[in-house]
């Protein structure tokens, strides 16, 4: 009874904690979701953790689950180069295959390495076509799961089974005197992608508008505005619209580098009769694509990766609509859900107001992750660092801000921080804060208040 009436008397005494921490603030506790608890700490802080919420970005969390749930941390992707004959002189009668693979760390370098690699075949004439082969995945470029208006920015970039730097370009403005246009450079730069530069510097702000224009042999972005003559450069990811295209355009300019002619086009088309391999390229580790997308809140990765477990596990192309049965199996048992528990797990990387979860789901999600001796530290270490990296780097300043690690998340009013921290006495706890609120508040707010909130636990444990 005595040990029953401490514990007791101590949870209350932290719920008091947590509702003096709402008294002093601007926010409504109704607004909130919150699951601060530890295996070894004596206290817990638990507000409406069973309500249902829109959980914006922490909707990679299940991704980054079923990733190490059904593939291996080292798991990878292979990009080939494919023939339907043997060459003959250095030359190839027919087309070249470049079959993507899905493979999600296809930049620069490795398209560079492939290119090199295939130089091996001695093969320095091509007759026929360099044929994009995306058919790892499905053909929808752009998820009905996402929001419905398509937006020019990076995390809006089409999602292709044979993608390029994942599919986007660097845009990049420098100012030169003033009442002149501003200097426009691409990253990658290549013929495919070309620039209609009309940004002229000036004394005052930088206000930019960039916009883009699919033509049939190209694709161009129009970069209108002023440019502040005390900018040193600023820089602008845009997403590209035919993915496979832009793919093959930049492996042919790579070829073409290296002293390989190819005579024909560059096509979009299956190449699953073409059997020659010629040369190929593996991506990153799984582990390393988990960390990028957890690290940067990826929403391109995050779909990457979907549609890889459902290519892995079901024997099929890659495809959003068929990764519901693999999402129930992992969450049944991730999330410990009981028979009529529900979910709304609609958007794979929570740009969407219509995924739903608790508190309490995605802190038991956490938990299981925590006994998965098999990935956990890949897991836990993908996840931002306080102070130190990714979505976290200007979190918690002015305290020992590494004794977290969490994922984050940000929508119109939703604000939400899921992860692992670690007390004054060094005792382990698992954290979910979600915030959906009805006025729109400034962020920095409500992240304030957040840290605020873990910053007390990890104090008063």
């Known amino acids: 009874m005595f040990l029953i009436f401490i514990l007791s008397v ?52 299940v991704v980054a689950g079923m990733a190490y749930h059904y593939l291996e941390p080292n798991f990878v ?79 809006d970039a089409p999602v292709s089974g044979a993608s390029f730097n994942w599919n986007s370009v660097n ?42 224009l699919v033509h049939k042999d190209y694709e161009e972005f129009v970069l209108t505005g002023k440019l502040s003559h005390l900018d040193l450069e600023k820089v602008f990811y845009r997403p590209v619209q035919e993915a496979g295209r832009f793919t093959g355009e930049n492996f042919k300019e790579n070829l073409e580098k290296l002293g390989v002619s190819v005579k024909g086009k560059v096509r979009v088309s299956s190449c699953a009769a073409y059997k020659n391999e010629l040369a190929s390229v593996d991506s990153k580790e799984l582990a390393l694509v988990v960390r990028d997308m957890m690290k940067y809140s990826n929403n391109f990765l995050a779909e990457i990766l979907s549609k890889t477990i459902v290519r892995e596990k079901l024997g099929v192309e890659g495809s959003l609509d068929k990764l519901a049965p693999l999402v129930a199996g992992y969450l049944k048992e991730a999330m410990n859900l009981a028979k009529d528990e529900t979910y709304v797990y ?31 530290y890949e897991f836990a270490s993908s996840l931002p660092i306080g102070g130190v990296d990714g979505t976290l780097k200007s979190r918690f300043k002015g305290f020992d801000s590494i004794r977290f690690r969490a994922k984050t998340g940000l929508l119109n009013n939703v604000v939400s921080l899921a992860g692992y921290g670690q007390t004054k006495t060094n005792k382990n706890f698992q954290f979910v804060l979600i915030y959906n609120g009805q006025k729109s508040k400034p962020v920095w707010k409500v992240q304030q208040f957040f840290d605020k909130i873990l ?3 990890v104090q008063k444990n």
């Open 10 to 61: 101590e949870s209350f005494a932290m719920d008091q904690s947590l509702q003096q921490l709402f008294k002093s603030s601007e926010f409504k506790e109704g607004e909130f979701s919150i699951l601060i608890q530890g295996d070894e700490t004596k206290n817990s802080y638990e507000l409406n953790s069973n309500n249902s919420r829109i959980p914006a970005s922490l909707s990679k969390l």
């Open 77 to 155: 992707w292979t990009t080939k180069l494919l023939s339907l004959s043997e060459p003959k002189n250095e030359v190839l009668k027919g087309d070249l295959c470049l079959y993507g693979g899905g493979n999600p760390s296809f930049l620069t370098e490795q398209a560079w390495v492939l290119a090199n690699n295939f130089l091996r075949s001695d093969i320095r004439k091509i007759e026929g076509d360099l044929i994009v082969d995306e058919s790892y995945f499905d053909k929808d470029y752009f998820s009905d799961t996402r929001m419905s208006k398509r937006q020019l920015r990076a995390y």
């Open 171 to 212: 845009i990049y403005l420098k100012p030169g005197k003033i009442g002149e246009k501003a200097k426009a450079y691409t990253t990658p730069e290549l013929n495919y992608v070309r620039l209609n530069n009309k940004v002229i510097v000036h004394k005052g702000r930088t206000q930019v508008q960039i916009k883009r």
């Open 346 to 376: 609609r958007s794979v990387s929570g740009l969407s107001y219509k995924n739903r979860f608790s508190a309490k789901q995605l802190f038991n999600l956490l938990n299981y992750e925590k006994l998965k001796f098999s990935h956990f």
């Open 455 to 457: 910053i007390d636990y």
